[in-house]
């Protein structure tokens, strides 16, 4: 399995074991224009954070690299990668293919 | 309360300002407790212990907390308790405090207390624990003359913990203020006998803090018992006016 499809299957697991701890999160259809941060996001920030911590745990594991996703990289980004679920895929495969 | 020795063993605590004064006490306090402690401090740390491990780092620059705290997680893997304790004082009215010595203050009391946090959740968010205690004073409340910025930092220490016990709650992380009212410290032998009976005559119980006055609370706020406990503000002593 390839690093893309790999880091597709830890977010969509991230996701879904958010959604099954918090009933309110209503996404039904994951795309690369899904909006995570900002006017028109499907979940809060406090949300998000979790996401965050839960992703890097399932990166680290699967990958056996630790990665930081808020560091000050991501956050001086010209387009964030926390805004929609199709930067944030891209921004970890971009970390990952790095370290890997 | 729990079993002290045994709940206490082999948890890793992170104090800042572990040099001196309250610091030093708290780092030989919870080393006596069983746990292992890591001493962030921008001088040289002499103090040999067992479980005890130095930091010398400057907690308002970014990098060394990044650098400081890549290290904690190398060699313990996570972190349960931290302790915001590193503060500069500049006593001085506001017409003759410098620009200099005021973004001192800001910066080591308020702003390295911040990026440390920041640092320390990332660890406690992992495990879904951790209990960070912010070290205020009674100056916040009081605002004595000659310590604007510095009750103005201590004051902020409080608000940002209160925002921080919210961020942070669903990862079991709580973030508490206490307030030291005046203690036997190296600064306080600097401050006169007139002063001194000034910040007493502020509080309720007139006497100076001991080190068993702040560790029973330390104590308290990283139990298991304190799980509900967030974004309290406790003053010791208590406060007359």
Known sequence: MNISTKVLQLMLEAFNELKSQNQAIEINKYDDNLILFGSGATIDSLTLVSLIVDLESKISEEFSCEISLTDDRAMTREVSPFDTFGSLKIYIEELVSEIK | ?241
């Open chain 2, 1 to 241: 309360m729990e079993n002290k020795s045994y709940y206490f063993k082999n948890k890793i605590v992170c104090i800042t300002g572990s040099t001196r004064d309250v610091g030093k006490n708290l780092v030989e306090y919870f080393i006596r407790e069983g746990a292992i402690v890591i001493g962030i401090s921008r001088t040289l740390d002499k103090l040999s212990l067992e479980n005890y491990y130095s930091i010398q780092g400057d907690i308002s620059n970014a990098e060394d907390m990044k650098n400081a705290f890549a290290e904690i997680k190398n060699k313990f893997g996570t972190l349960h308790f931290l302790i915001n304790n590193a503060g500069v004082s500049h006593s001085s009215q506001a017409l003759f405090l410098t620009i200099e010595k005021a973004s001192s203050m800001i910066n080591i009391n308020f702003l390295g207390a911040f990026i440390v946090s920041k640092e320390a959740a990332k660890l406690m968010m992992k495990n879904k624990f951790g209990r960070i205690i912010n070290i205020g004073s009674i100056c916040s409340t009081v605002e004595p003359i000659g310590a604007s910025i510095y009750s103005a930092t201590k004051a902020a220490i409080h608000s940002l913990s209160n925002s921080l016990a919210k961020e942070f709650a669903s990862f079991n992380i709580t973030s508490n203020t206490i307030a030291l009212s005046p203690f036997p410290t190296d600064m306080l032998n600097t401050i006169s006998q007139k002063d001194i009976d000034w910040y007493l005559n502020e509080q309720k119980i007139k006497r100076l803090a001991t080190i068993d006055d702040i560790t029973n609370v330390v104590e308290f706020l990283c139990s298991e018992k304190s799980a509900f406990i967030t974004a309290q503000f406790i003053q010791l002593g208590g406060i007359s006016t």
